[in-house]
């Protein structure tokens, strides 16, 4: 049976999903579909996605095309580069053995992934996972020893107009299931009111979720421009060779910035930022904490996020996973206690208030009345 609907295109995931509706398909060049990557796109309800690259290369098991697959979601892979040449909103045929048509002309083909290929394919992955990880640590350690300065005081701590001394801070970046995390975050941000800083895509979660952020920090890649235009402060992360170009987004704009010269990523400034300049709690959603998050990331190692932890680790609270803790609901044998426990105070009133015994004595009598 084959699929037609209207294609949008682009090389990078995150930017893709901001153009896609219900029912679109999505043409990615995405090696390696990470998790995040594939939320996005069962969040936008899509009826396919066609990936010019390879979807599991087998270097480590990556979680995106099973996310894909669970969500009913046709998946054809490898088609190949050229078809990110294909112009916006064309309207595409996909048949059943992976053939896409523009019209009647073939334009592409790749493989339809399938839970077969998919459990394959992961095994494959998950035998390299051991030298991955060997890698990981090599570089980790290696990249921790040249840029240990980071956290020794080597780097310049930009002047802030907010206030972070004292405070509480809530730090969202944009990771697996940043948002079902901040969701149970709410009764904690609408009581402790702490400062509210979105790194990157994580700004425009938090005004999702009713809050106006009062810092964006990052590369300025993946945030929109309501988020830059709504807070109170924006910064800049630039490379250590003081390159910064999400700064040139941000003057076409017409916005004002600071920018924050560092290595490491910026969700690891934000930690830094946030403890030099005083404050009494840092707690992150969405943070990247381990090798298969930073992989999806394609970064080799994570020498800059273990140098900050080590540092700021004393008041950081992770909250990653938050939603999972706790997702108790309401059952109904815990609604009937309530009601017994609530019965239990009227049944004391009735018995020891005299107008109520005068009531219930006159309703007594009524019965009898009507009893005959």
Known sequence: MSLTSCAKVDFKTKNLVKRLNPGDIAVICHEDLDEVGASSLVAKKVKAVINARKSITGKYPNLGPEIILDAN???????????????????????????????????????????????????????????????FIDNTLEYAKREKYFIMGGVDIPQTDTCFEGKHVLIVVRGNNFKEDLAV?????????????????????LMEFGYKPDVVIGDMDSVSDEALKRCDEIIVHAYPDGRAPGLARIKQMGLSAKKFVAPGTSEDIAMLLAY????????????????????????????????????????????KGASKLYNQKLKPHYILGILVAALVPITMILMTSPPMQYLLKLLELRIKMIMG
């Open 73 to 135: 979601i046709l998946l054809i892979d490898n088609v190949g580069e050229h078809i990110m040449q294909l112009e916006e909103n064309t309207t595409i045929t996909i048949t059943d053995d992976g053939k896409i048509y523009s019209g009647d002309v073939l334009i592409a083909e790749g493989q339809v992934f399938t839970k077969e290929i998919l459990e394959n394919e992961m095994e494959k992955a998950r035998q390299n996972i051991e030298k991955a990880l060997d890698d």
């Open 185 to 205: 975050m709410k009764t904690y941000i609408d009581e402790m009111k702490p400062v509210l800083v979105g790194v990157d895509g994580g700004a425009d979660a």
């Open 276 to 319: 030099e300049k005083g404050a009494d709690l840092i707690v992150a959603v969405g943070s990247h904490s381990n090798m298969i998050d930073f992989l999806e990331k394609g970064r080799k190692g994570m020498a800059s996020t273990f140098l900050v932890r080590l540092k700021v680790g004393s008041i950081l609270i992770d909250a």
